[in-house]
């Protein structure tokens, strides 16, 4: 039988139970558990110095109204990076290809910051819509074009996600299957796709990690505009 290179994309079942839920819920695992103790070992340690770093990477453009997500956005980042990285790993799945997850990450949030600003302060929010100085015939189009921009915002922030995890992998399996099918015609060319293969997965590391933070960074400016 003959697999298409998006089979790796579907969701496996047991049972007739996605086994997505269990990768949803694996993250959680690598995060510090609480201890009596301060300093526990080296990897907790690391564990806590890495979301101390990335809870001041994304809280420093923010006010202290702002501050109240730190731990919505931190918990974000680290779920996103978990899975991204997790996915590279051989015979598995990566929630992350899937829109329909990124989106009901990207849509609920970014609600909850339209929304945040809409309370605070409406007058602001309102008037991202029309910046100042625009001539009269220009007002109603303008309108339009601010508000689809507003609108498209989650659908961008999902798409990004899923494109660039989606075409990543999709390089990896073609790579990956050039190389052992030239394997055995010409061994040379084979170990130069191969050496290919391994800079086209620490790129892949790399932008795992990157749409991670590129993510939730987007979501933090847009919390940024409405408080």
């Given amino acids: 039988m003959s697999l298409s290179f998006f089979d790796q994309f579907m969701s496996p079942h047991l049972l007739g139970i996605p086994l997505i839920l269990i990768s949803l819920l694996f993250p959680a695992l690598l995060l510090p558990s609480p201890r009596n103790r301060w300093i ?5 340690t690391l564990q806590s110095w890495f979301i101390y770093t990335i809870t001041k990477q994304l809280m420093t453009p923010l006010n202290k109204k702002g501050h109240k997500w730190a731990l919505i956005l931190s918990s974000l980042m680290i779920f996103l990076l978990s899975i991204n990285l997790l996915g590279l790993l051989p ?37 991202h819509l029309l910046p100042e100085g625009t001539p009269t015939p220009l007002i109603p189009a303008l309108i339009m074009i601010e508000t689809t921009s507003l ?28 190389t052992a099918v030239l394997f055995s015609i010409m061994p040379a060319i084979s170990l130069l796709t191969a050496c290919v293969l391994l800079l086209l997965t620490i790129l892949e590391v790399a932008v795992a990690m990157i749409q991670a ?12 505009e409405n408080i």
């Avoid at 961008?156 to 990896?172: D, K, Q």
């Avoid at 933070?213 to 940024?224: A, D, E, N, P, R």
């Fill in 40 to 44: 526990t070992n080296r990897i907790s």
């Fill in 91 to 127: 015979y598995t799945f990566t929630p992350t290809t899937q829109l329909s997850m990124n989106l009901a990450l990207a849509f609920p949030l970014w609600l909850a910051t339209l929304l945040t600003g809409l309370r605070n302060q409406p007058s602001a929010s309102l008037g």
């Fill in 151 to 178: 609108l498209i915002r989650p659908l961008a922030l999902g798409v990004r996600l899923t494109a660039n995890l989606t075409a990543g992998h999709l390089l990896i399996q073609l790579i990956s299957t050039a």
């Fill in 213 to 224: 933070y590129v993510f939730v960074l987007l979501l933090s400016l847009y919390l940024q």
